[in-house]
């Protein structure tokens, strides 16, 4: 059996360049495979970790996964704001051990800001309950101080002391910028691998602020409050986003959750975020299997090519086979000799586009975590990547066996009979 694996890998080697390019083929199809099962399972635990140790996402009735989205992953926008006395109601509930705010709605140079408390920073947890840390600097402590998460600080190149000007709106359109009332940076956070990252903090008064000379979203013609006399003005807000809950007993969510679900004041919607993500990836569970599927189909358009070129080059090979088969070879030998060329092209397909995928992580990862939130990285082969590398040698082996039984099938006579 030795000798085979000799054989037919001299044989692979004297025609490389046709295999060569079926080659190509089959590791670009395997990198796209395990690429969309890596992007897949980032994705989900990404999305997992952006929050832990908080019970309850209020805001107002929508979806629970549009409010999830909103308030947690910055995507979206809210269809509906909840009212600042409502959110006062709520952390006044013996129930709650704390309450922090979120206003949205504002961007600073493609990046989401948010508007929230200095509790921010002592209650929200990400992963397995980490708190926020602070790189450089402290939190947001005057109306116009702001603190960066630390893709924005990367990405745009800002250090403390800096100045930004805030954009209305989030996307962030030519002529709504707040000029007249800049910001200054002190504080940028550590890395999350969350939405956080992606995102400008300021206070709940500065929003108000920002916005004290604006109506119907633009700016009130002849008419501007200039930076040092906002606070003469009553910076309270009136409508916020939605808001982070954190219970003093976790037994007690679902009676929190019906009586955010029965206030009287406005309607109000409670979800608890672990079952906001459930259904979430309900929804997109039907993308997640056509791209597989599509990734499948690439695989299988590879290995049909690789089966096409075999035996394209088998009448051209009959002579070959025929002088092995003078020399002693057994028909079985032959069978075996074809079934290894394919095997072998197809686990080093699989080998190389495991290799390049590594690459693309290095290289690609970081785009793919400043502008999707997903933590792409570099690593060792999962248990479910190696299931699907098994399934792609498997169905190479069993495409193989087709040019190694057509060689099977061909008769020492048809090989060495001369064609006319």
Not at 167 to 187: R, S, Y
Request: some cysteine; overall charge neutral.
């Amino acid at each position: 059996m030795r000798h085979l694996f000799a054989l037919a890998a001299r044989s692979a080697w004297n025609r490389r360049l046709t295999l060569g390019m079926t080659l190509v083929a089959v590791l670009l199809s395997v990198t796209m495979l395990l690429g969309v099962e890596r992007i897949r399972h980032d994705a989900r635990s990404g999305f997992a970790h952006s929050v832990s140790g908080t019970d309850l996402i209020v805001g107002a009735r929508t979806s629970p996964v549009q409010l999830m989205l909103y308030a947690v992953f910055r995507l979206g926008e809210a269809t509906n704001n909840m009212r600042w006395q409502s959110y006062l109601d709520l952390a006044a509930n013996p129930a709650v051990a704390w309450a922090v705010p979120l206003s949205l709605g504002d961007s600073h140079r493609g990046f989401p800001v948010l508007g929230t408390s200095a509790a921010y920073f002592e209650h929200f947890r990400y992963g397995d309950e980490h708190p926020l840390r602070f790189t450089a600097g402290v939190p947001f402590a005057g109306v116009f101080d702001a603190v960066l998460g630390a893709e924005v600080a990367h990405q745009l190149g800002y250090r403390l002391g800096d100045h930004i000007v805030l954009a209305h709106g989030i996307g962030g359109v030519l002529g709504a910028e707040h000029q007249d009332k800049p910001f200054v940076i002190t504080g940028i956070l550590a890395p999350t691998g969350t939405p956080v990252d992606r995102t400008v903090h300021i206070g709940l008064a500065a929003m108000e602020a920002i916005h004290l000379d604006w109506a119907g979203g633009a700016p009130l013609p002849g008419f501007a409050i200039p930076p040092q006399y906002v606070q003469k003005f009553d910076l309270t807000p009136k409508e916020i986003t939605a808001v982070l809950v954190g219970l003093k007993s976790r037994a007690g969510v679902f009676k929190m959750q019906r009586f955010i679900a029965d206030y009287r004041n406005e309607a109000l919607l409670a979800v608890l975020p672990g079952v906001a993500l459930t259904q979430l990836w309900q929804v997109m569970g039907m993308v997640e299997q056509a791209l597989l599927a599509v990734s499948a189909m690439v695989v299988a358009v590879g290995l049909a090519g690789l089966v096409a070129v075999v035996l394209a080059g088998l009448n051209e090979r009959r002579r070959e086979l025929a002088i092995l088969r003078s020399v002693g070879a057994r028909p079985l030998d032959v069978f075996v000799l074809l079934t290894l060329e394919g095997l072998f092209v197809t686990v080093l397909g699989c080998v190389l586009g495991v290799a390049l995928l590594a690459a693309l992580a290095a290289v690609v990862g970081p785009q793919i975590q400043a502008h999707y939130g997903i933590e792409v990285l570099p690593r060792f082969v999962s248990v479910d990547e190696l299931r699907l590398l098994a399934a792609v040698v498997g169905v190479g082996l069993l495409a193989s066996l087709v040019p190694g039984y057509r060689a099977y099938k061909l008769s020492l006579a048809d090989g060495l009979t001369p064609r006319l």
